[in-house]
């Protein structure tokens, strides 16, 4: 990446401005948060999947030491509310009601039922023992099928079903694609359901301030948050204030508005003091949201000549219990997103949203990209092993070629640019693909126990949420614009305040690179301001991949505006007209003279004394922007990966793993490759090591760190990362986002390594996570006990 | 409650703990130590970990009064005389944290495993460090950092006279060094 005299910190591999305090603990986690007589919170949680409550006494818990007062979900049945669902996918959708604390039933192992306030965390958590809850037990609902046969056990009996949603698209005529085909290939891919476990867990504190709240939570959309807050409790907005201060990792998980916060909330108020509660991980995975978790049948029909002609995708999406945020809408982000990067003339898509007694689904990384990418780039690898075609020439023959951009796909997305051929020539040079092909000849021919494998990912995705239009075309609550405001001190600095709200991200140093050039300012003298609704009153907050295309555009917008007042004021001293001026590296000059200048700061302080303005000038610089997107950005990139897998003991190890990806224009290269890393991590994660696994009765069995498999450094291999540039038209910044493509490209390359390597054992499919058992399982066709071969 | 005494980061304590309380707890609830966080309940994730006379210890796997008489550094005492330590400044310019959460317990557990090996292979890096879990990074550039920062503390050990061209320490947590990294 190169940077130019003009734009000397775009492009640049700027250390990041948030490391010091991070690197010296002085770090300001919610947890970190100590208040003056803050008591502290914690939960008595179901241990039961589906039950009635019969009874709460929580009067032993009151006589133990530290203990304050403690409620039950029904004490606070008038004032709790319901948790908020911004995304009723369809006009009939089924939308059960969600107290913060349940009051009459439990409907997953792990919701709360009652709580105990003390004055320490310690005596809060020994006073839980103490609570008394009868249960009477209701059948579990863990299938998804299950649920929705005739008769089924419901989870909400009130609703008469377990669907909660059918949400259908038919584009083209799928049909005729299918009858006239050469070639159909029908699969059922299993996303499991995962637990998205960024580092720090969840904790909320509040604080009621005469009439008002500030509530510091760990979340990712504290914007949001206060306006769910407001409308589930019917606090009035102006009196909440919400701060995310620093969070430790989010990856969909704390884009949430969840009972801990509402409750907070709730407490605060009637106890008058604060309240505070910190997860502890094994809770936290039980009751944070979890993701993925769908069934997903899929068709492709093809010409002999590899040609696609239709894509048919049925899904069951499992809800969970109840739906909360954006539950609805995960597998709907992914409907448009099937047919990837290929041409073909028809496409049909339908979603069954179903109710489990499990913890609700929602966001991870990605957010339903992830789970289209895994069935069009697993189905495509099936294909071409079915037209014996390798399968980077299968894609070759359908992708969309570079010069067809902007290309509008049976799906309805207008794709603005591109470059696949580009992308996958740059890999395949890199991985040594044909090298490698030969060795697998070599290796097969010889029966080696250990065959290897390589996979193809060829991805896109859509970034940059959202147009608000197209949200409200699929009933989403709320718009996707972004507001940014840009703050001339009169000592010239600047403050940059961002309504995206980073919890690992680095926005401050990639937004102050935007604003360095942009206003010709030292990338030290500016500092960005998020994540607090008093400091940044307006923004949609950060996930999505959205911050840099949506929040950056805004950011850019607001510098250009600064410019203009500037330019005003700049052109009054030098006597100049304003179109003569040119401004460039900060400074504004007659254009083609040798007349005095003026830097930025000068006028800046010009305006702050205001004693010789512009007619009619205010005195100030200060310039915001709130943009809403024309359209989406589609990253893509091409991903290679090969495994070595042990056919004895079904141990798979990455031998390599190349990723090259087209974000378009990088603003901070460092930054970029960090993203790409930590998603190839999850998404490798989510094929070889993780699953959220419910036993019969319906408890989380991988309840805690020990038992659910994120990956150590001993368990992810070295990755061979490079980019192509395409830039964005979509956005100034010809940017794309890249929080997700790492995880929506790799979780398909890894599988279809996994596959490519056992092909000449007979095996089409390793359900995931291919752990050892079932990949060797799959290459002995041995049974586990439910008979399954897999 | 049984009484300890112990030095944190170069201060004298004496403190009475409640003998069930964890190494963890005493350092964020009663010191206020709170750059050291807690990540899980299962001793699995690395984040609280700390230097035990010099050893790495994940601090809620010790109980506070086992602590009595020892000597702990957590990641607010690791920079001294003015300067980061040489793990904190290759953190820094490889981009080895995102969200940072679990940093303090990477560099010191990483400070532990160049104190055992002090030229480690890439493969031993991660070995090394597969107590310290992180959901962010995807390790490699942990990886790049640790190698870096072990090539340094070698050279300095073999060249004993002080660096020129050492950082400073940045005064206060906004004060961030600017340090262009040229991956």
Redesign the interface.
């Known amino acids: 990446m190169t940077t130019t005299p003009e734009a000397p910190n775009l492009g640049r591999a700027q250390a990041r401005k948030e490391d010091a305090r991070l690197l010296t603990g002085r770090t300001n986690w919610t947890d970190n948060i100590r208040l003056p007589g803050a008591l502290h919170v914690a939960f008595v949680r179901s241990p039961l999947a589906h039950a009635r409550i019969t009874g709460v006494d929580y009067s032993a818990a009151l006589e133990l030491p530290g203990v304050v007062a403690a409620f039950s979900g029904a004490d606070f049945a008038d004032e709790q509310g319901s948790l908020p669902c911004a995304w009723p996918v369809t006009e009939d959708i089924v939308t059960p009601a969600h107290p913060p604390m349940a009051v009459d039933e439990v409907r997953y192992a792990g919701e709360a039922v009652a709580c105990v306030v003390a004055r320490d965390a310690q005596s809060a958590a020994d006073a839980l023992e103490a609570v008394d809850v009868d249960y009477e037990p209701l059948p579990a609902v863990l299938d998804m099928e299950a649920a929705l046969a005739d008769g089924a056990d419901l989870v909400h009996a009130d609703a008469g079903t377990n669907r909660s949603f059918l949400w259908p698209l038919t584009e083209g005529d799928v049909d005729a694609a299918f009858d006239g085909a050469d070639v159909v290939v029908t699969r059922r891919y299993r996303q499991q359901r995962l637990i998205p476990a960024a580092m720090e867990p969840r904790a909320v504190v509040c604080r009621p301030e005469g009439d008002s709240f500030t509530l510091w939570s760990a979340t990712q959309i504290p914007h949001v948050l206060r306006v769910m807050l407001a409308m589930t409790t019917g606090i009035p907005e102006q009196d909440i204030r919400v701060i995310a201060p620093d969070v430790g990792g989010g990856f969909g998980s704390k884009l949430q508005v969840t009972a801990e916060e509402v409750l907070a909330l709730l407490l605060a108020r009637r106890l008058g003091l604060p309240v505070k509660w910190t997860e502890t991980r094994s809770e936290g995975f039980q009751t944070t949201h979890h993701g993925r978790d769908q069934i997903q049948d899929v068709s492709i029909a093809a010409d002999a000549d590899g040609r696609i002609r239709g894509l048919k995708v049925d899904l069951l999406a499992d809800m969970g219990a109840y739906l909360m945020l954006v539950t609805p809408g995960v597998p709907i982000l992914g409907a448009l997103m099937f047919p990837g990067i290929y041409k073909m003339d028809a496409y049909s898509f339908s979603c069954t949203g179903v109710f489990t007694t499990k913890m609700p689904t929602d966001a991870y990384r990605g957010a339903g990209r992830p789970e289209a990418t895994y069935a069009i780039e697993r189905i495509m690898n099936e294909l071409a092993d079915e037209l014996g075609m390798d399968p980077l020439e299968l894609r070759r023959r359908n992708w969309i070629a570079h010069e067809e951009f902007p290309y509008t796909t049976i799906a309805g997305l207008t794709y603005d640019s591109g470059n696949y051929e580009a992308a996958t020539e740059r890999a395949v040079e890199l991985f040594g693909y044909s090298e490698l092909r030969a060795e697998q000849e070599r290796r097969r021919a010889a029966g080696d126990p250990v065959q290897l494998g390589i996979g193809v990912s060829t991805f896109t995705e859509m970034c940059g949420l959202a147009p608000s239009r197209v949200l409200g075309s699929l009933r989403y609550g709320a718009g996707g614009w972004e507001h940014a405001s840009v703050r001339m001190l009169p000592t010239g600095k600047v403050e940059v305040v961002t309504g995206s709200s980073a919890h690992g991200q680095g926005h401050e140093t990639a937004w102050s690179q935007i604003v360095a050039d942009r206003l010709g300012v030292p990338f030290e003298d500016i500092r960005v301001l998020h994540g607090d609704t008093q400091v940044a009153p307006r923004g949609m907050d950060t996930y999505g991949s959205r911050s840099l295309v949506v929040g950056g555009t805004a950011v850019v917008r607001a510098c250009d505006r600064v410019v203009d007042k500037a330019r005003a004021i700049a052109a009054h001293m030098l006597e100049a007209a304003e179109e003569d001026l040119e401004f460039s590296g900060g400074v504004f000059r007659v254009r083609g003279t040798e007349r005095p200048s003026a830097t930025i700061q000068e006028v800046s302080l010009a305006a702050f004394a205001a004693h010789d303005l512009p007619e009619e000038m205010e005195a100030s610089l200060d310039s915001e922007a709130t943009v809403d997107p024309d359209d989406f950005s589609y990253p893509h990139g091409t991903h290679l990966c090969a495994v070595e897998v042990d056919t004895e003991t079904g141990r798979t190890r990455i031998r390599s793993y190349v990723a090259v990806d087209d974000v378009g224009t990088i603003v901070n290269p460092m930054i970029v490759e960090g993203q790409v890393h930590g998603g190839l991590a999850q998404g490798i994660a989510q094929a070889l090591y993780e699953e959220a696994v419910y036993d019969t009765e319906g408890n989380l069995v991988t309840s805690t760190m020990a038992d659910y498999l994120l990956p150590s450094a001993a368990d992810l291999p070295d990755f061979t990362t490079d980019r192509t540039v395409t830039p964005s038209t979509t956005n100034p910044l010809g940017v794309k986002g890249v929080g997700e493509a790492g995880t929506i490209a790799s979780t398909p390359a890894v599988v279809n390594a996994v596959v490519d390597a056992l092909r000449p054992y007979g095996v089409r499919d390793v359900p995931m996570p291919c752990t050892p058992e079932r990949v060797w399982r799959a290459v002995t066709g041995v049974q586990d006990n439910e008979g399954a071969a897999q | 409650m049984p009484n300890i005494r112990v030095t944190v980061d170069g201060v004298r304590y004496d403190d009475q703990v409640?003998a069930r309380n964890l190494l963890v707890h005493y350092l964020?609830e009663q010191l206020?130590?709170?750059?050291?966080?807690?990540?899980?309940?299962?001793s699995?994730?690395g984040?609280c970990t700390v230097l035990l006379d010099g050893l790495s210890a994940k601090s809620c796997s010790v109980l506070a009064v086992q602590a009595d008489g020892h000597d702990i550094t957590?990641?607010?005492g690791?920079?001294a005389d003015g300067r980061?330590h040489p793990l904190?400044r290759a953190?820094?310019?490889h981009?080895a944290?995102?969200?940072?959460?679990?940093?303090?317990g990477m560099?010191l557990a990483a400070i532990d495993l160049l104190r055992e090996n002090p030229d480690p292979s890439?493969e031993e890096?991660?070995?090394g460090?597969?107590?310290?879990?992180?959901?962010?990074?995807?390790?490699?550039?942990?990886?790049a950092a640790v190698r870096a920062a072990a090539a340094e503390i070698r050279a300095a050990a073999a060249a004993p006279a002080p660096r020129a061209s050492a950082d400073p320490v940045?005064s206060a947590?906004?004060?961030?060094?600017?340090?262009?990294?040229?991956?």
Not at chain 2, 134 to 143: D, P, Q
Not at chain 2, 176 to 183: G, I, L
């Open positions: 409640e964020r206020g130590k709170v750059g050291t966080p807690i990540g899980c309940d299962t699995n994730c984040a957590t990641i607010e690791l920079a980061w904190q953190f820094h310019e981009h944290l995102q969200c940072g959460y679990c940093t303090p560099i890439d890096i991660r070995e460090l597969e107590g310290n879990l992180c959901r962010c990074t995807g390790y490699a550039n942990i990886v940045p947590a906004a004060a961030a060094p600017s340090v262009e990294a040229t991956p």
